[in-house]
């Protein structure tokens, strides 16, 4: 519920007193006990430190596989960041965390509240802008920094389902975490990613487990895209998109932002997110289906 419906411990606690149904999905009858903000501090705690939230996650692919919806049609990986409250930190602190030290001065209250696992990083895109002189619209190349984490994700392209996630730091390369990522019961061998998984490492991989590549490839530097590159990038974007949807509903519909400390509870708030995509997502596929 904190999840899904973007709720603070405390609001989480008011909403369980105030909704009933918000108390039948935890399974409380009228006469119990609500548990306080405190109490769902301490039990998020306790599974932080368990790392019960990939075994949660596991245990649900593995029902959804056991009612029929297998991983089918191939597999599409991709990353997004997930935005942390950016610390207020000197050049020499930055500098001592990047080593994986902690400075010296700091108070036990300072690193209690400093967050020393997420990372800074770029988030490159384009935006469309009008010429005043020219009166028409082109791209404009914008460059935004970030400071947070990343969600590492496996969809299968039939259902839409995540099938795989990890979760690091922001800075992490996108293309180093293929491994992490790929699902070898899928029933299809394509696999579809962005340009920043093509590398010879990957793709060696990829051959290694007997999958086929569906990766976007890069313009030619100094030169204009080549025709016969260009419409297959196009077809493969096609299906590859669908992994932007995953991420739309977390941070659109989900509201997903990371507001703890460490990569630890990092890891349980993502893994939560992505446990509450599939819930969702598995809701919507049975009205469909029922209403076909």
């Known amino acids: 519920m904190l999840v899904l419906y973007t709720l603070s411990d405390e609001q989480t606690e008011y909403q369980l007193r105030d909704r009933l149904s918000f108390m039948r999905f935890i399974g409380l009858a009228l006469h119990d006990p609500v548990p306080d903000a405190k109490t769902i501090w301490l039990y998020r705690e306790q599974l932080a430190r368990a790392g019960t939230v990939e075994r949660l996650f596991a245990r649900f692919d593995a029902l959804l596989r056991a009612k029929g919806w297998l991983a089918m049609g191939g597999q599409i990986v991709d990353a997004t960041v997930i935005e942390a409250r950016r610390p207020r930190l000197t050049q020499a602190e930055k500098d001592t965390i ?11 209250a300072r690193r209690a509240q400093i967050d020393r696992d ?3 990083t770029i988030k490159r895109g384009y935006k ?6 020219e009166g028409h619209k082109h791209q404009v190349e914008i460059a935004v920094p970030v400071f947070g984490y990343k969600n590492h994700v496996g969809i299968d392209r039939e259902h839409g389902f995540l099938r795989r996630y990890n979760v690091t ?9 293929l491994g992490a990522v790929l699902d070898h019961d899928n029933t299809a061998s394509d696999v579809w990613a962005d340009t920043a998984y093509r590398s010879a490492a990957n793709l060696t991989l990829l051959e290694r487990r007997g999958l086929k ?8 530097r100094g030169r204009k895209m080549p025709a016969n590159i260009a419409r297959g990038n196009a077809t493969r974007a096609r299906v590859r998109s669908r992994v932007e949807h995953v991420f739309a509903a977390q941070k659109c519909r989900l509201g997903l932002v990371v507001r703890t400390i460490g990569i630890v509870r990092a ?5 939560l997110a992505n446990l509450a995509y599939n819930l969702t997502r598995l809701a ?5 289906t029922a209403l076909a």
């Open 98 to 108: 990047k080593g994986g030290d902690t400075p010296a001065d700091w108070t036990p």
């Open 213 to 220: 590549p569906q990766f976007q490839r890069k313009k030619p």
């Open 169 to 177: 730091h922001a800075a992490a390369h996108d293309g180093a975490q």
């Open 118 to 120: 997420g990372r800074w």
């Open 128 to 133: 469309r802008q009008t010429s005043p002189e």
């Open 284 to 288: 919507w596929l049975n009205r469909r």
């Open 267 to 271: 890891r349980v708030k993502i893994g």
